[in-house]
């Protein structure tokens, strides 16, 4: 895993502008804090930090191929192939020679191959940036379901890129701006696929190839979730999805680094784990280490418990690595760490945004900072629940039917209009609802549909499609800043696309068999996990229920109403917010923990506008 930059200016020469290329570069030292380099080409420059995980000694980049001592093609990449090498064995046969061992190399040579349509032929979650020098132009490609990000900023003579909005805005032709759409963008969560928040900054799409020429910007879809008729019965589709999961994981378990397993003792982390522990076995290598790691009490609150998510994970997980054979490790930290300034304020850097999960992002950022201390790269069952149907919001009738997103309608996003600090005229000024109504209007335009299928079964693929394009990428996206931002690499088998093909096709009431969430999952993993991990409930990822951290964040608060030169005050409005903050100063501490929603973002976003200097336009 690595962090890729770059700049492409028709008509300059870049090796005169490397101060603003080796800053860009710089920023994304967190996710590639083992080597870093730049390569300039007249109208292109591209910079690279990596994170060696495959061909320690090979595989620096930027990369280039050349032809009779001239640049053909430069890139620079970020992520995993899975099978890379069967793929390098294609192009051996094909006639291409190789320098390393590098996943890296086989992607340059592809890209060499068979040009954009090398995307036909990459498994695994990636980003890169391919400069052709022969036809003078940029392709920038992004994985199918967007593990990977990739972001560009289009300019009068070109474009800038890089794997984090912050690689764009160390540039100096590039702006913190908010525009009105960026605020609606924030305050719905709607995660409207391309959108970046930062006015004039883009998202490449999952799926996308964004071309970068002399005459323009395009972009085209090269996948996209296909609607196909299942024919297969029940136990053919539970051997089908034993064998592709199985597969996903065996191959993201190829690393020349030591890997781990994240494990909770859930269904999803257990089923990663247990089949992590047979690939390595098979392929006679070490046992799989997996680590569950939680907070410990703070103050006299009951913090997080002893568990990640509290409860009785320590030993589900514990349990469940006895059972498969495999090295656990339980990692106990301490709750005050979750008010630290200095964490929150990493993890707002992480993220560029003050979107996010409050103190859930906090945790999670400590999680990795602990497992990176033992290991390069982690397993994780993120997806799961999306492909599977594993959140209440499946199950829920009303949210079903609802027409908005059906997280919003179980959380009542669909009727709030914002922190309660905020203008409460913010809403209709920007149109709020419209503006969700409309980005739903669009998700559900882009359902699939399949010629006669039955009106449930239609309405799931719907939500089912909901979940995976524009719920999913919002927990990626925190997983990925999370986990870079301490140079972790995490893997998500669950998103191998061959799967989530197969997966998204399969009828509701065959996910459903059984009457609970995810039974298909969990009969296609039976032989593998004890039965106390296959009947356990699915547990909610809990907030920290600690009373001194509800009284730092107050202290907080009442700092930023007495600063009248805050940033976050111009979207403020004073008798409103003046009330909100007698709410909280005469809170209960339950009363205070509901209200902390609010607050917290509030003071996020002042953070943000602060810290990134973000201009609201007019």
Not at 99 to 112: G, H, N, P, Q
Not at 132 to 154: C, H, M, S, T
Not at 544 to 569: E, F
């Amino acid at each position: 895993m690595c962090g890729i930059a770059g700049w492409v200016a028709f008509g300059r020469d870049l090796g005169a502008e490397r101060s603003a290329v080796e800053a860009m570069t710089r920023t994304m030292a967190c996710r590639g804090p083992d080597a870093g380099g730049t390569w300039y080409g007249g109208p292109v420059a591209l910079g690279h930090r990596r994170l060696a995980v495959i061909d320690i000694a090979g595989g620096a980049q930027p990369m280039l191929a050349e032809e009779n001592g001239q640049v053909t093609a430069a890139l620079s990449y970020s992520g995993e192939i899975y099978g890379f090498d069967e793929l390098r064995a294609r192009l051996v046969s094909a006639g291409h020679t190789f320098r390393t061992r590098s996943d890296t190399e086989v992607v340059l040579r592809a890209c060499l191959e068979w040009g954009e349509d090398v995307t036909r032929h990459l498994t695994g979650m990636f980003a890169f940036a391919l400069w052709d020098a022969r036809g003078q132009e940029l392709l920038l490609i992004r994985d199918r379901l967007g593990v990977k990000p990739l972001y560009y900023y289009p300019t009068p003579d070109g474009v800038l890129f890089g794997s984090e909005p912050k690689a764009i805005l160390a540039h100096p032709e590039a702006r913190a701006r908010l525009t009105s759409d960026g605020l609606r963008e924030l305050m719905t969560w709607v995660n409207t696929p391309g959108h970046a928040i930062f006015d004039g900054m883009r998202q490449v799409r999952p799926g996308h190839v964004v071309r970068v020429a002399r005459g323009g910007i395009t972009e085209r879809a090269y996948w996209e979730l296909p609607a196909r008729p299942h024919e297969d019965d029940l136990d053919t589709t539970i051997g089908r999805v034993r064998d592709l999961l199985g597969s996903s994981v065996a191959g993201q378990t190829v690393a020349d680094v030591p890997l781990c397993s994240l494990l909770s003792g859930g269904l999803d982390s257990s089923s990663v784990a247990a089949l992590a522990v047979g690939a390595l076995r098979d392929r006679g290598e070490d046992p799989l280490t997996c680590f569950s790691v939680g907070f410990s009490a703070a103050g006299s609150g009951p913090g997080f418990g002893t568990g990640p998510r509290g409860g009785d994970d320590s030993a589900y997980a514990a349990e469940l690595a006895r059972h498969i054979g495999a090295r656990h490790e339980d990692l106990t930290l301490d709750a005050k760490l979750l008010s630290d300034p200095a964490a929150r304020a990493a993890v707002l850097r992480a993220r560029d945004l003050p979107q996010g999960l409050a103190d859930m992002d906090t945790s999670l950022y400590l999680l990795f900072k602990a497992i990176r201390q033992r290991s390069t790269v982690a397993l994780s069952g993120e997806g799961a629940d999306e492909l599977f149907g594993g959140y209440p919001w499946f199950h829920d009738e009303n949210a079903v039917r609802a027409e908005t997103f059906p997280w919003m309608y179980m959380a009542g996003v669909a009727a709030a209009g914002g922190p309660a600090f905020l203008d409460p005229a913010l809403p209709e000024r920007l149109s709020l609802d419209a503006y969700r109504a409309d980005r739903y209007a669009e998700a559900v335009a882009a359902v699939p549909v399949l010629p006669g299928e039955a009106e449930e079964d239609r309405r799931m693929r719907k939500v089912g499609h909901l979940f995976l394009t524009r719920f999913l990428p919002m927990l990626l996206e925190r997983k990925d800043r999370m986990s870079m931002a301490v140079g972790l690499e995490v893997r998500v088998p669950f998103l191998d696309h061959a799967l989530v093909e197969y997966v998204f096709n399969v009828p509701w009431s065959m996910k459903t068999f059984d009457g609970r969430e995810k039974s298909l999952l969990r009969a296609a993993m039976a032989p593998e996990l004890p039965d106390s991990v296959l009947t356990r409930k699915k547990e909610p990822y809990p907030t920290i229920a600690d009373p001194a951290y509800d009284q730092l964040l107050k202290g907080r608060l009442g700092a930023l109403m007495d600063d009248t030169g805050a940033p976050v005050r111009a979207l403020m409005d004073e008798k409103s917010a003046a009330e909100a903050y007698a709410a909280v100063r005469k809170a209960s501490p339950e009363e205070l923990r509901f209200l902390r929603v609010g607050f917290e973002s509030l003071l996020k976003i002042n953070d943000w506008m602060r810290d990134y200097r973000v201009e609201l336009a007019e």
